[in-house]
């Protein structure tokens, strides 16, 4: 598949993900984003864009053809509009961790007002565990605008197991393989906030052992769902 093949491909992904933001509840108006690295074959591997949505434009008018690219230093490449606002800061994560191929940025509102107490999600559930490996962690304030976001996304996730960070102040922030799997990860942390947030209104909560935390997303990492069937002659 030719670079703009996959450019258009990643294009009509991006658009379509976009839409599970305002089906799970997870934005209003014009907020929120989504973007997929471009990846092109097994080799050499990702290519240095990215496509994103426009900025300011409401989710029902988002197409494939309304989609942005960009690289990754955050400059339009292809399209006819601004990037997002949040562009460098997914630019940012894109530089400096290679294994991400997606990023999404909501303002949902449990989630959120974790953020605004600045305060992590602690894992308390074996769901947070299964998906995040731990506490949902908070990350510094920064202004929107250029890369600071990003270098605290980067700062707060380096080194840790969960694909979401909290920004101080502004909101939950998710990575992933790829876009969809960041999509996954906004709305299991949306969930994860607002259980929480009800458990703590009935009372205290009880924390998880670490060693069962380790061996709650282990599994759920490596053995939970379907698996790739092994044959005599895979094996041999």
């Known amino acids: 598949m030719s670079i703009e093949d996959q450019i258009q491909q990643t294009r009509a992904v991006v658009a379509a993900l976009h839409a599970e933001l305002p089906r799970w509840e997870l934005v209003v108006w014009t907020a929120g984003n989504v973007s997929q690295r471009v990846v092109v074959g097994s080799a050499p591997g990702p290519t240095d864009l990215f496509v994103i949505k426009p900025s300011g434009v409401t989710y029902d008018e988002l197409t494939a053809e309304s989609m942005v690219v960009c690289d990754l230093d955050g400059n339009l490449v292809d399209g006819t509009r601004a990037p997002s606002s949040d562009t460098a800061a997914h630019a940012y994560v894109y530089r400096h961790m290679p294994s991400v191929g997606g990023v999404v940025h909501t303002h949902s509102t449990y989630a959120t007002a974790w953020a605004a107490r600045g305060e992590p999600v602690p894992c308390v559930l074996t769901m947070m565990a299964d998906e995040f490996g731990g506490d949902v962690p908070i990350g510094p304030f920064?202004?929107?605008?250029?890369?600071?976001?990003?270098?605290?996304?980067?700062?707060?996730?380096?080194g840790s197991r969960s694909p979401a960070v909290l920004m101080r102040n502004h909101g939950p922030f998710t990575i992933g393989r790829d876009a969809k799997a960041a999509v996954k990860a906004a709305v299991m942390v949306e969930e994860v906030a607002r259980t929480v947030h009800i458990a703590r209104q009935l009372g205290d909560t009880i924390p998880i052992a670490q060693a069962d935390i380790d061996s709650l997303y282990a599994r759920y990492q490596n053995v939970y769902g379907q698996q790739p069937t092994h044959t005599p002659e895979s094996d041999s």
Request: no cysteine; hydrophobic share 40%.
């Open 142 to 158: 920064a202004l929107i605008g250029d890369d600071s976001i990003g270098r605290g996304i980067v700062e707060t996730l380096q």
